[in-house]
């Protein structure tokens, strides 16, 4: 069965630190999708990443980086130099495909507050 | 904008009453679409998954008559939470992909909260 780990329930840094969140996941497939997500207060849920599992190679975006490594199951985010703004809950998933779609399974979710 | 349309955004409504939510794919067409559910503080778990033009595919655990699940369009699935009471309160939030990009990832809706007095 297809798994994710996010074992740090809640994170608090205060602004400019930089922090990495945790993923670790499970599966037997050979071909699968990671994806991190923010949750702010609101509710509606923001797609940061979709990283396929045949390509290992790290990215950057602005602020936003992302570790992956399949030798180690685990596909860590990094926000450096954090703002306030980036306060939310942070969601990682791994998909599993479903008639041609992705239903998706998600970690518990780390609560990451920016203190000012 | 959003490609994936969610209403209500909120309900609150009393014991015994069955709430029907919309999920909508705009400018594309949706054969699969996929509800989830969210306590308050958890994570997102599936409930079932859409299929237009045939049963949904339910979860285990989920009850397939407390929810109710109509994909009749190809832009439109419904989920119908049938004589609510309080612990059916949680966060539902629907999603969609568009096969017309089948390298994009799914799309969400902006959930809706529903309240059950």
């Known amino acids: 069965a297809q798994k994710v780990t996010q074992a740090q329930t809640e994170i608090s840094v205060v602004e400019k630190e930089d922090v990495t969140l945790d993923c670790v996941y499970e599966?037997?497939?050979?071909?699968?999708?990671l994806f991190w997500y923010k949750q702010p207060p609101s509710g509606e849920l923001v797609f940061l990443i979709r990283?396929?599992?045949?390509?290992?190679q790290n990215e950057i975006s602005g602020r936003y980086s992302w570790n992956f490594q399949k030798s180690t199951s685990s596909f860590n985010f990094t926000i450096t130099a954090s703002q306030v703004v980036d306060s939310a809950v942070y969601f990682c998933a791994l998909s599993e495909e479903a008639q041609g779609a992705q239903k998706l399974v998600f970690g518990q979710g780390t609560r990451l507050t920016i203190n000012p | 904008g959003a490609v994936v349309s969610q209403h209500p955004s909120r309900v609150i409504c009393k014991s015994g009453t069955s709430v029907k939510i919309e999920c909508r794919s705009l400018d594309f067409q949706a054969t699969t679409m996929f509800w989830y559910r969210q306590f308050p503080k958890q994570s997102l778990m599936l409930m079932a998954t859409s299929n237009e033009g045939s049963k949904a595919t339910y979860e285990q655990g989920v009850e397939k008559d407390k929810f109710l699940i109509n994909h009749a369009s190809l832009t439109l699935s419904t989920l119908t939470v049938t004589s609510a009471h309080p612990e059916d309160s949680s966060f539902y939030i629907c999603s969609a992909r568009d096969p017309g990009f089948g390298n994009q990832p799914q799309h969400f809706g902006d959930g809706t909260r529903l309240s059950i007095l």
């Open positions: 599966t037997r497939d050979t071909t699968y999708y």
């Open positions: 990283r396929n599992s045949f390509d290992e």
